[in-house]
């Protein structure tokens, strides 16, 4: 009979096999990254070589794609735009949809099942038709062609899964805590405000930065509601001005779209429990 | 980024009803004509704004000239200019947004997709500045009138067009003892030697712009039609149209390989520039990106006259460019006079897309043209004009031709066949398709 | 915001609630330690003559986002029908009522079949893949190990990555020529060399054409779906597994009767969202593909989206992309109301 392992042995034991499961999945996450990270570097006529290995260089690696991103085209402006409008969006977000996530699962209004059924069916209603009568929104507010016309547009689909989001919640806060503040004095609103909310900080960062993410996913939108070089977004700017006709600036492309996605990607990690947790209440115990 | 802002919200609160009365006045005047002779900008339109869309062209210089050309004009008017771009086949989606929003820019530009005949309704008649453009510049090609013209009158001016010529391999030619492609069959020919010497060519069996381009120079090429001149009568079904098809299943087999089935507008650029293409039918942006990446390989690209059809036919299918005014513009008098402007530096524009851009009017083939006109390989260029045509060829570039051609419905037959469907088969279809598609519009 | 601390005892009591509440409810014994009995007399009394109170509270609390929602897509959605049952164009301002016309010309298109075909083949399989790698995912990142947090992040970033880019760089990954996923496959042998019929031509070939854009959907949102997974595992509450792993069960018989149960309405909502995106997702396939080679990768949004916009047929356009919402409504509802009742 073999004799019995060490802890150590098994916990190194465990790591290993771990790591082994882990891999494919690293790799088929990270792997596009870094083939972009590479390309974003790379001069042009390494790109067009087939014979050669082409996740490295070559040609030696060159800034040259970044100058034109930020030199040649509006990226700075682009990202100061998409930037904003998130913030912004995430701002309007959290206004609307945090007290709607309180009333739908504290305030026991009736017919508030339904309600939050209703929710799903707003994502049923596809992008491409709305954007015609929405279009129409814009230009009466006066904001065609300016990025306010996105963020007043994006709440549109920040709002309902944020609203389910806090939803669940607000539901893990036990509604002994609510009703002991309100025994000591707090009305309705004090209640919420002074004993629930801080509680549920997690949860609303996680809003945040889920209206903040899915602000910086939309492509039809931008296009449609916004022309102007300067008052776009990364993701409507990057395809205009780096994709002209038949001919791609995939250096440029790549190197975009991480200067971008890397931070949030980043940030998310971050608010990653809280968002756990609030998926969990979100069918409520 | 508040100051564009403010010119919008300046805008908005101005009543457009305000604002039609005094440009209508204008007009009504009478002395339109006489300004555009002038080319002065008559007083009204001082102190007012114009908003342009347009591509972004593949050139970006070209873009950088156009908004300085755009807001020198505007200096010297007194109107303020602002010319914005978007990926060019994002524009039907853009008009669909102004239309539906009631509200945009003045000028609005088409690419590969005219949809003036469409939106009719909804564009202001400039038949006056067409005339006069046309009588200014030698006439307009025979081509154009379809573009733009309904019921007699004219919605649009044609900016320019982009054609496809052959470009090819000299030097791959040369060793392998190969005659110029001037006709389609040694075209085939050429790809089947140098296929097995690692050099295929290819052609978009696919649903891209380009698919519908060159599947239609060859069909033309071969004598076949899309319609009859009124438009009305769907002339795919017939033996032209099988020739084609069997040429390009042969030429698909023995010259080129599975991978066309996933190409877009952009790949035979690169398989040009990678070096790999024996010749490619496409624009000269594939020959200008190989300038760029592969100098050795741009060398020895020669671009080649339309390849002609058994019978000696030559038809070369170019992706017409189409200026617009919508009618809720509130300073149709400015764009108007800027659209005249712009064609009347028509050579400028050339010069500027380093040759990519063709023009409409007749003036503007005097030799040497542009550009094309004194590089020693573009010459062949100058020649393309007599054998130019659009969609719908022979007849106009209609709603439901248009259609016919978001469909995909050409490139989508060829495709058919080319994957191993029995030409009759296809053909069929596509007859089918076209009779569904012309009858729907006829309904409507 | 107001920063206010919640009071220690207040906060003790919460750690003891929760508990409590995922065991059945509280006990009189747990909640009197937080509420007085007379409190507790004057609480109950107080929310009954203040439901009124607590309804205007509520509602006004819902309005903003209410509002929100019906004005700028309820409002947009009836717009969308009345597009659906009419023959507007982009061409004429004025649309008349032709019924159920557009639908019936949608549905004697071959190609609509197709598109709906490809829609749900899309979606079963996306999903299946998902759900695999989502779960073995997140069986991963339950364990405890070294740099757990650095993997997690890792494994986020396609989820963070703007779509419209990601999308354009797998194009370059699944490019004819320059493929780097064919040049490794080639490298290490399991395929042939470029110009071989071995080759695989990613985004020509009907079935890997559609293969590949369900790849790049699974890859954006696999690491959602692990998430989600990793939020319904780590709810069932510890002394549960405790307990069923005292009692003798394996793992794989704690997962099948403890685990899988208390998570199944997460994982519901989860799929209820992914299949609702996936199904109106354009833009995978709009950039990749453009719903070729030959209809093979055309789902229902992008049809709808040649037709309506780009051809101009507002009215077909419409009742095509709405063609699915009244199989999928009634679907979503019982779906929801069966979970609800499940609570």
Redesign the interface.
């Known amino acids: 009979m073999a004799p019995p392992r060490t802890r150590g042995q098994k916990e190194v034991r ?2 290993l096999l ?2 082994a ?2 891999t494919p ?2 790799v ?3 792997f ?2 870094y ?2 990270l590479v ?1 974003a570097f790379k001069q042009e006529p390494d ?2 070589r ?1 014979d050669l290995f ?2 490295w260089f070559h040609l030696p690696p060159t800034l040259k794609n970044f100058q034109i991103l930020f030199y040649q085209t509006n990226y700075g402006a682009w990202i100061v735009n998409t930037m904003s409008i998130s913030a912004w969006v995430a701002a309007i977000t959290l ?3 945090v ?2 996530g ?3 699962a ?4 009736p017919g508030a ?1 339904n ?3 209703g ?12 954007f ?3 279009s129409r ?1 814009v230009a009466d507010l006066g904001l065609q062609d300016t990025w306010w016309a996105l963020v ?2 994006y ?2 689909f920040t ?3 944020c ?1 389910w989001l806090m939803m669940g919640f607000f539901k ?3 509604m ?2 609510e ?2 503040a ?2 000591d004095g707090c009305g ?2 004090a209640a919420l ?3 629930v ?3 549920s900080l997690p949860g609303i960062l996680t809003s945040v930065i889920f209206a903040f ?1 899915l602000s ?2 939309d ?2 939108y931008g296009l449609a509601f916004v022309a102007p070089g300067d008052q776009k977004p ?3 700017g ?2 205009t001005e780096l ?1 002209r006709g038949d001919v ?1 600036y ?1 250096g440029s ?2 190197g ?3 200067l ?3 931070p ?3 940030l ?2 971050f608010f ?1 429990d809280r ?6 209440g ?4 | 980024m508040s100051e564009p802002r403010s010119v919008l919200i300046d805008d908005a609160a101005v009543s457009r009803r305000g604002f039609l009365r005094v440009t209508g006045a204008g007009v009504a005047g009478g002395s339109l004509l006489a300004m555009l002779d002038a080319r002065q900008a008559p007083a009204q339109v001082r102190g007012t704004s114009l908003r342009i869309l347009q591509w972004s062209h593949f050139i970006p210089a070209y873009d950088a000239w156009f908004d300085k050309f755009a807001k020198e004009w505007g200096d010297k008017n007194g109107v303020k200019v602002r010319v914005d771009h978007i990926p060019h086949l994002e524009l ?2 853009r ?2 947004a102004e ?1 539906a929003a009631g509200a945009g820019h003045d000028i609005i530009h088409n690419g590969s ?1 005219i ?1 003036t005949r ?5 564009l202001v008649d400039i038949t006056d500045i067409y005339d006069q453009i046309g009588r200014k510049s030698g006439g307009w090609i025979p081509a154009a009138k379809s573009l733009v013209e309904v019921d007699g009158r004219y919605y649009g001016i044609p900016m320019f067009y982009i054609l496809l010529p052959m470009l090819w391999r000299k030097d791959l030619f040369d060793q392998a003892g190969l005659k110029p492609p001037d006709t389609w069959e040694l075209a085939r020919v050429a790809a089947r030697t140098l296929k097995p010497k ?1 050099h295929p060519t290819g052609i978009q ?4 712009a380009d698919a519908n381009l060159n599947w239609r120079s060859l069909l033309f090429s071969f004598g076949g039609a899309e319609a009859d001149p009124s438009g009305e009568n769907i002339l795919v079904d017939s033996k032209e149209m099988r020739e084609a098809l069997r040429f390009a299943k042969a030429l698909f087999d023995e010259g080129m ?8 507008d952009a ?1 035979d650029n ?2 040009l520039a ?1 070096g ?1 293409a024996s010749w490619i039918h496409d624009a000269i942006s594939a020959y200008r990106t190989t300038e760029d990446t592969n100098p050795p390989v741009f060398k020895n690209t020669f671009i080649g006259m339309e390849p002609a059809g058994p019978g000696g036919k030559r038809v070369s299918v170019a992706a017409a460019n189409v200026y617009m005014i919508w009618k809720f513009s509130k300073n149709q008098q400015a764009a108007k006079e800027f659209l005249v402007h712009v064609m009347d530096n028509d050579r400028e524009g050339m010069v500027q897309s380093r040759g990519y851009n063709m023009p409409y009017l007749n003036a503007n083939y005097a030799k040497p043209m542009p550009v094309i006109g004194t590089d020693p390989k573009m010459q062949i260029l100058q020649d393309f004009p007599k054998i130019v045509a659009f969609y719908g060829y022979p007849g106009p570039f209609t ?1 439901p031709i ?2 016919v051609v ?3 419905v050409l490139p ?1 037959t060829f ?2 066949v080319a ?1 191993g469907e029995p030409i009759e088969d296809a053909v069929k279809w596509c007859v089918g398709e076209y009779r ?1 598609i012309f009858a ?1 519009h006829k309904r ?1 | ?6 009071p220690e005892d ?1 906060r003790q ?2 750690a003891r ?2 508990h409590v ?2 065991h059945g409810g ?1 006990d009189p014994a747990a ?1 009197a330690a ?3 009995v007379p ?1 507790r007399l ?2 109950r009394a ?1 929310w009954r003559s ?1 439901s009124a ?3 205007a ?6 309005a ?3 509002l ?2 019906v004005l ?6 009836i ?2 029908l009345y ?1 659906a049952l009419t ?1 507007a ?5 004025v649309a008349t009522f032709v019924g159920l016309e557009n639908f019936r ?1 949608a549905v004697e ?1 071959e ?1 609509f079949w197709i598109a709906l075909q490809n829609s749900i083949v899309f979606l079963v399989v996306a999903a299946i893949f998902k759900g695999l ?1 989502g779960t ?2 997140a069986f ?1 990142l339950l ?1 405890n ?2 740099g757990k ?1 650095i ?16 999308v ?3 194009k ?7 493929s ?1 996923i064919n ?1 490794a496959l080639s490298g290490v042998g399991l395929i042939g060399s ?2 071989s ?1 071995d080759w695989p ?5 009907p079935y890997l ?1 559609l293969a590949a854009c369900i790849a790049v959907n699974v ?1 954006r949102t696999f ?1 959602f779906s692990a ?2 997974l ?3 595992y ?2 069932v509450p510890p002394d549960v597994l405790d307990a069923a792993r005292v009692d003798g069960c394996t793992f794989f018989q704690r997962f099948r009767h403890v685990v899988a149960p208390m998570i199944f ?2 994982l519901m ?2 799929f ?2 992914d299949t ?2 996936t199904l ?1 997702d ?2 995978v396939v709009y950039l990749l ?7 093979a990768t055309k789902i229902l ?1 992008v049809l ?11 009215g077909r ?2 009742a095509i ?2 063609f ?2 009244p199989l ?2 009634p679907a ?2 019982l779906v ?2 069966n ?2 009742r499940r ?1």
């Open positions: 465990r790591h771990i790591y499961g882990l999945f690293i088929i996450a990270v596009p990254i083939w972009m390309t790109l067009y087939m082409p996740l206004l609307t949809a007290p709607a309180y009333a739908l504290r305030t026991r209004l099942e309600i939050g059924i929710i799903f069916v707003t994502y049923l209603v596809p992008a491409i038709i709305l015609l009568p929405l929104v007043v547009v709440p549109t709002i309902p899964f609203t893990t806060v036990p002994e805590i009703e002991a309100r025994v309705q609103l405000l002074r004993v909310l801080p509680i993410t910086m996913q492509f039809l990364v993701p409507v990057v395809p994709i791609y995939w492309l790549m975009a779209a991480l971008v996605g890397l949030v990607a980043v998310y990690n990653l968002f756990i947790q609030g998926i969990t979100g069918i409520g115990k | 039907p989606a008009m669909a239309f997709s949809l469409l939106y009719h309704k909804n690692g069996f696919s649903q891209c390989t599975a991978e066309v089935f996933s190409w877009d790949s690169r398989y990678s790999v709603t248009q259609e978001n469909l995909f989508d495709t058919k994957r569904r729907r409507a | 915001m107001v920063r206010r601390r919640v207040l009591a919460q609630m929760t509440s995922l509280p909640r937080v509420v007085s409190g004057a609480t107080w203040h109170q607590r309804l509270f509520g509602y006004t609390l819902l903003p986002a209410a929100y929602v700028l897509v309820g409002g947009p959605f717009f969308s597009l023959d164009s982009v061409a004429d301002p010309a298109a190609v790698l073995t995912l991963l364990q190990f070294r947090k993997v997690r992040g890792l494994v986020v970033i396609p989820f963070t990555l703007p779509i419209a880019i990601s354009l760089s797998w370059w990954m699944y490019d004819s020529q320059f780097v040049w470029y110009g019929p031509i990613w985004l020509g070939q054409a890859w690491p998430i989600v990793l939020a319904g780590t709810s309405p997460i909502i989860g209820l969202f609702v995106f109106s354009l833009s593909t453009q719903g070729g080679p030959g209809n949004p709808a989206y040649q037709i309506g916009i780009q051809a101009g047929a507002l356009g419409a992309a709405l699915l919402v999928l409504l979503i509802f929801l109301r979970l609800k609570e």
